[in-house]
């Protein structure tokens, strides 16, 4: 089962994620709510695949997401935005995020994302 | 509508969080409002806030809420970025507050289970004129288009690498994306973005991916198209592109020449990205308007929220467990054995079950701060509905109570405060007449005393006025005393009875009639009570009394006839066995006796509950003398069992929906199964007591 | 998709409750209630009084640490109270949240009732019990009444002013 860390600033987003992914054969090993804990928790769990919020108190997304890339080359971070949010997106892509998924979305759209990129 | 998400966890999620949020929202914006200010923290706050609720209610499906949410989300933007100078923060509030209105209406719907149908269309049209108002008002540089245009446009071409490698393939590929994946624009980025490394002459359309939407459009319907030179073969490089998330279709050509290359072979400047980002340094990173209060989504995590029917399952297994440990170690079988481990044991066992049972009861006690701060708006929109001035003092909303009690006071609560600022604090100008500062205050008070909690809103507005409430008490009927021997608490406590209200407007907040008793019988579902005091030109003092929690109580059993009963112990005064003589009947054949100079009457407890006992005389059985409400009376039974920390089990709702009992507040089951019936002091009191 | 799945085989369980009805007796008549409102069977368990009621509302009892109040359904339709014995049963129904106790002289068996076979009661006659009946059925050459639970547990009718003063 391919392991999961959920980092999103709101409980929702966290449950939503968790809840999809989980019902369709992946372990989410670790939840964190800001970049600071993203990064922690990242050395800790070792997962294969991120989803990250792009916008979050204390520690931004991308900031969090160029640590971790930073600490480990191939890590395969995903990065979640709202709409109208395209500058950061693409700040993010440079920073080494893999690829982004846009909310609102449906579970399959997170499912088949996070899957092929698992595979990769 | 949300259909697709009856998928319990997640809506409870959102309601409790969007709740959350809804309620700090308003908090942050009456802040503002009370400072005539609003700070680029308070600014950030909000957008945070309305962000958030729009990203959650678009994936529950929630449009309208998602719609408004956006829309008051775009308007903080605005603030947020161009920090105009003239803006109505009054009109601002109002409307946020509005938005805020609508959204819980919404919640309550999706709570109960009713249509999610409210529309926003209206006040989201309101919102957006505002901000086309504040735009050309303070005549901003450019039309914000969200997110800013900032940066040139910027062509990413490969750096034309040493000539002479021959041996490249020239490859053609239009890349679909999947419907509804959104910003495809950025999705074709990221494969330039990729292509880069191993690709010569890289030319791509549309051009201008990364900030443009009409390119998203074409891109939609062209799908989008790359040209480049690679050493790459073809099978890899279509491993390559079917790699691409949210790929809808692929087509790769490989090209006899770069012919087609032509049209875009006109010099550019090259500018290579580098944007990355660096590795952060939190410390001094974080600028002050970043800085955002701890909501409490994000921190404390040494808080989880238990939904209450968890609670309440929780209580009760415990209560079944305390009857359960008492059927073991009290059990008749091993009454006359000498057990020396098994006593030690039982001990031990009774000790934790005693702590077990504190500790549901602690979790159960929720702090009154959550509900006083609901009063806060009611304040402020009063105010503003009447034009007064009125501060809202809080005192111990630290002071905890049972969380099923709560909901109880929320009503009345509200009910009073409205009342105090209506009816209680004069107009400003009155209030200057008379020498008192302009704005009124109302402060709200809670605190322990005893097993019960006290809840007192006092306000230094006119008073009650003794002669009117007299007056309209004789002309609905509800005079019961000579008016000349009632105490001025007992005048003031006429406001409560039904029907009675001197409001010679009815206002629309309060004083309908149906206002002081409604509270007092709320205050009644739990046990509470109500009393008033008042002081003319002074103001009125009202305070709530309730019992710390319903759930245990420290009972007497006591037997009648086949019968159980459970006295709460603190209505219990003394109890005895009186002598032979001791009791007399007053002329209207009303049995009392005589304790120490006073004179109570006597209940005979197998008479009002039409049991049999061979216990008949007042020699043979036991007197208990019980109070409440300054009433007292002699209950007469069999004997005592003895005293027990009971679990209160209300009476079946059909029960109760049948007929309110008088004298039984509920009952428990006691260690053999039995059940028991708690008796209610303050019913008999009213029909019996002196 | 499989929430409708979900939804089809919901719908069905329905229909193959409808039409099953849990028969007891009382005295000479047998009546039926509709098995989708039974909770559970009982005998008959010690009953705590609580004054006030109605006389037919015999007060309530402890199934398992829950508190039901229960009510005897002779009274109920005004016939003449018997004595509870061994076979006396408690028919636990459980209608809007609220659970009742029906006591009855003993419980028959669930029989199949289907809608051709089932007759509405006659509406001239104004024997108390009819308000209480909401069909006939037949079974071979027996007569079920048929009973509208709500009503049974409804409080407007003319007895409930009779409370034991």
Same mark, same amino acid.
């Given at each position: 089962?391919?392991?999961?860390?959920?980092?999103?600033?709101?409980?929702?987003?966290?449950?939503?994620?968790?809840?999809?992914?989980?019902?369709?054969?992946?372990?989410?090993?670790?939840?964190?709510?800001?970049?600071?804990?993203?990064?922690?928790?990242?050395?800790?769990?070792?997962?294969?695949?991120?989803?990250?919020?792009?916008?979050?108190?204390?520690?931004?997304?991308?900031?969090?997401?160029?640590?971790?890339?930073?600490?480990?080359?191939?890590?395969?971070?995903?990065?979640?935005?709202?709409?109208?949010q395209e500058d950061l997106v693409k700040k993010a892509i440079i920073s080494g995020a893999i690829s982004f998924i846009v909310k609102p979305f449906k579970e399959e759209d997170i499912v088949k994302t996070i899957k092929q990129i698992a595979e990769m | 509508m949300?259909?697709?998400?009856?998928?319990?966890? =997640?809506?409870? =999620?959102?309601?409790?969080?969007?709740?959350?949020?809804?309620?700090?929202?308003?908090?942050?914006?009456?802040?503002?409002?009370?400072?005539?200010?609003?700070?680029?923290?308070?600014?950030?706050?909000?957008?945070r806030f309305m962000h958030t609720i729009k990203g959650s209610s678009a994936m529950m499906l929630f449009n309208e809420i998602s719609a408004l949410a956006h829309a008051i989300e775009d308007l903080f933007y605005f603030l947020r970025e161009q920090k105009p100078k003239t803006v109505d923060y009054e009109i601002l509030s109002d409307l946020v507050l509005e938005g805020v209105d609508f959204i819980k209406v919404e919640i309550e719907k999706i709570k109960n289970g009713d249509e999610v149908n409210g529309e926003a269309a209206l006040l989201i049209d309101k919102i957006k004129e505002f901000l086309s108002l504040l735009k050309t008002e303070n005549a901003c540089v450019a039309e914000l288009k969200r997110p800013e245009p900032t940066k040139n446009q910027q062509y990413y071409i490969a750096v034309e690498k040493k000539s002479g490698q021959l041996s490249k393939s020239i490859y053609k590929a239009t890349v679909f994306f999947k419907e509804g994946c959104e910003m495809e624009n950025i999705r074709a980025y990221t494969i330039i973005h990729n292509l880069v490394e191993f690709t010569q002459e890289l030319f791509y359309i549309p051009e201008n991916i990364s900030e443009n939407d009409e390119s998203i459009i074409w891109i939609r319907e062209n799908g989008f198209q790359i040209l480049f030179k690679t050493d790459k073969s073809y099978e890899e490089m279509h491993e390559f592109f079917m790699k691409t998330i949210f790929l809808k279709e692929l087509i790769l050509e490989q090209l006899e020449n770069d012919d087609e290359f032509e049209k875009f072979r006109v010099p550019k400047k090259i500018i290579i990205e580098n944007s990355e980002v660096k590795m952060p340094k939190v410390s001094a990173q974080l600028s002050k308007d970043n800085v955002v209060k701890e909501t409490t989504t994000t921190s404390n995590q040494s808080m989880i929220s238990v939904n209450v029917e968890k609670l309440d399952k929780l209580m009760d297994l415990v209560g079944e467990m305390v009857i359960a440990e008492a059927m073991v170690t009290q059990n008749p079988e091993i009454e006359h054995l000498e057990l020396e481990n098994f006593q030690k044991a039982a001990r031990q066992l009774h000790k934790i079950t005693g702590e077990l049972q504190d500790m549901v009861m602690a979790i159960r006690m929720v702090p009154l701060s959550t509900t006083f701060l609901k009063m806060h708006r009611i304040m402020r929109d009063m105010c503003k509905k009447l034009g007064k001035e009125v501060q809202l003092e809080v005192i111990g909303e630290e002071t905890e109570v049972d969380k099923n009690i709560i909901e109880h006071i929320s009503d009345p609560l509200m009910h009073l405060i409205r009342n105090s600022i209506d009816h209680g604090i004069e107009e400003n100008e009155e209030r200057l007449e008379k020498g008192k500062e302009k704005a009124g205050t109302v402060t709200l008070e809670a605190k322990n005393a005893g097993s019960d909690v006290l809840v007192i809103i006092k306000d230094d507005g006119k008073g009650l006025n003794k002669e009117k409430i007299l007056q309209k008490a004789k002309e609905n009927g509800l005079l019961e005393k000579n008016e000349n021997e009632m105490t001025d608490k007992e005048i003031y406590a006429l406001i409560l009875l039904p029907g009675f209200s001197t409001k010679e407007s009815i206002t629309e907040f309060s004083g309908r009639g149906v206002g002081m008793d409604v509270v007092a019988k709320n205050l009644a579902v739990v046990g509470g009570t109500v009393s008033v005091e008042s002081i003319a030109d002074r103001g009125t003092t009202i305070t709530l009394k309730i019992p710390l929690t319903l759930a245990i109580i420290d009972g007497m059993n006591i037997k009648v006839g086949h019968s159980r009963y459970t006295i709460p112990i603190i209505t219990i005064k003394e109890s005895f066995r009186p002598k032979e003589g001791e009791c007399f009947k007053d002329p209207d054949g009303n049995e009392m006796i005589m304790v120490r100079g006073n004179c109570y009457p006597i209940l #005979?407890?197998?008479?009002?509950? #039409?049991?049999?006992?061979?216990?008949?005389?007042?020699?043979?059985?036991?007197?208990?003398?019980?109070?409440?409400?300054?009433?007292?009376?002699?209950?007469?039974?069999?004997?005592?069992?003895?005293?027990?920390?009971?679990?209160?089990?209300?009476?079946?709702?059909y029960i109760k929906n049948t007929k309110k009992i008088r004298g039984v507040a509920g009952c428990t089951l006691l260690g053999d199964g039995s059940i028991s019936l708690i008796l209610d002091v303050g019913g008999f009191s009213n029909s019996y007591a002196m | 998709m499989a929430r409708n799945k979900a939804e089809e085989l919901e719908e069905l369980e329905e229909d193959t409750q409808k039409g099953k009805f849990l028969t007891f007796v009382l005295g000479n008549e047998s009546y039926g209630i509709g098995i989708e409102f039974v909770t559970e069977i009982i005998g008959i368990l010690p009953i705590t009084e609580v004054p006030e009621l109605p006389a037919y509302i015999r007060g309530i009892i402890n199934l398992r640490g829950k508190i039901i109040p229960v009510m005897d359904i002779r009274l109920r339709f005004k016939k003449e109270f018997r004595e509870y014995n061994e076979r006396t049963c408690i028919i636990v129904i459980d209608i809007m949240d609220n659970s009742v106790g029906l006591i009855v002289d003993s419980v028959a068996e669930v029989l199949n009732i289907s809608d051709e076979d089932i007759v509405l009661p006659p509406t001239g006659n104004t024997g108390f019990s009819n308000r209480y009946i909401k069909g006939i059925g037949k079974v071979g050459s027996d007569v079920k009444l048929l009973l509208e639970c709500e009503k049974i547990l409804s409080k407007d009718d003319l007895d409930s002013l009779e409370t034991l003063a």
């Open positions: 089962m391919p392991k999961i860390l959920i980092v999103d600033d709101t409980a929702f987003m966290r449950l939503s994620i968790k809840t999809m992914l989980e019902n369709n054969g992946f372990e989410i090993v670790g939840e964190a709510d800001n970049g600071k804990t993203a990064i922690k928790k990242y050395l800790e769990t070792q997962p294969d695949v991120v989803t990250m919020d792009i916008t979050m108190p204390e520690m931004s997304g991308i900031e969090a997401l160029s640590a971790i890339r930073q600490y480990d080359p191939k890590a395969k971070v995903v990065i979640v935005s709202a709409m109208g | 949300s259909n697709q998400y009856s998928n319990e966890p =997640m809506l409870e =999620m959102y309601i409790f969080e969007t709740s959350q949020l809804l309620e700090q929202l308003e908090q942050a914006i009456i802040a503002s409002e009370k400072s005539s200010s609003y700070s680029q923290e308070a600014i950030n706050e909000i957008f #005979r407890l197998h008479e009002h509950y #039409r049991v049999h006992t061979d216990i008949q005389r007042f020699e043979e059985g036991i007197l208990i003398m019980v109070e409440q409400d300054e009433k007292a009376l002699c209950l007469f039974a069999d004997e005592l069992l003895g005293q027990q920390q009971v679990v209160v089990k209300a009476l079946p709702n | -």
